[in-house]
């Protein structure tokens, strides 16, 4: 009885329900439920597992068969968005490393919400750096719209001087696994993605910069509005690169 019930409950979800009496060493039943055991708590790894890894790896991993996940690749529209705490060097030299680890996960905790809001997945965390992919209908809008946010929402979190600079460019990129078959990074590669870190890496605490693409794709949004900058020189493009600032619309 207790393994039926036990059995029903994780069917449904739960992952706190285990068997009584289970013992390796013991009859049928006792064996059995000692297996139960085992299995709910490789259950309960794996869902703490899959916090530490984008919903793009964790359904790549899940689709994958015995073979493992394949290293090919495939070619896919996509808008990134990448986000940079500013003065966080000078900041970290100032305080605690305690202190420096609560504000990091107070104001990426911050920038997740909102990312997870606009129905983005984030592919990773770099030290104070955050890395979102959009993919689907309306994927430049709402990337846009969630940077404009994500300001607000660091501005309420922050209780430092720190502010972010956010980074946003669409297009084509290869997304699948990458590096060695026994340690893997399921993310995204090319231009666009280097792209969006240079605009990152550009942008002042509170700028959004987007490129003209990303722009173009945002024209009708009424609560958007965009300012045209200088044109930039990014390392490894050979042309200058039409950027813009992205704020919401006063209107």
Do not use: W
């Not at 955050?130 to 660091?154: I, P, T």
């Not at 290869?174 to 990152?200: P, Q, S």
């Not at 910069?209 to 009424?222: F, R, S, W, Y």
């Amino acid at each position: 009885r207790q393994l039926e019930k036990a059995a029903q409950a994780v069917g449904k979800g739960d992952l706190s329900r285990t068997v009584d009496r289970a013992d390796a060493r013991g009859d049928e039943l006792a064996r059995l439920g000692n297996r139960f055991n085992e299995m709910v708590e490789g259950l309960r790894a794996k869902m703490h597992l899959e916090k530490f890894v984008s919903k793009g790896t964790a359904a790549a991993a899940h689709d994958a068969g015995l073979e493992g996940v394949g290293r090919e690749g495939e070619r896919l529209q996509t808008t990134v968005l990448f986000s940079d705490i500013r003065g966080f060097t000078a900041y970290s030299e100032k305080v605690p490393p305690e202190e420096v680890v609560q504000m990091l996960n107070r104001l990426l905790q911050a920038q997740a919400d909102v990312v997870h809001e606009f129905d983005g997945d984030i592919d990773k965390f770099v030290g104070d750096e955050l890395m979102a992919l959009f993919h689907g209908d309306g994927a430049e809008e709402r990337a846009v719209r969630c940077a404009v946010q994500m300001l607000d929402a660091v501005q309420e979190a922050r209780r430092t001087e720190l502010g972010v600079g956010v980074g946003i460019s669409s297009g084509q990129v290869v997304y699948g696994a990458i590096g060695h078959e026994e340690r893997m990074d399921f993310t995204v590669i090319g231009d666009v993605v280097n792209t969006g870190a240079r605009l990152c890496s550009a942008a002042a605490a509170g700028q959004v910069l987007v490129t003209a693409d990303v722009k173009a794709a945002c024209a009708g949004a009424e609560a958007l509005e965009f300012e045209e900058l200088e044109p930039m020189s990014v390392k490894g493009k050979s042309d200058a690169l039409q950027v813009y600032r992205a704020s919401k619309s006063e209107a």
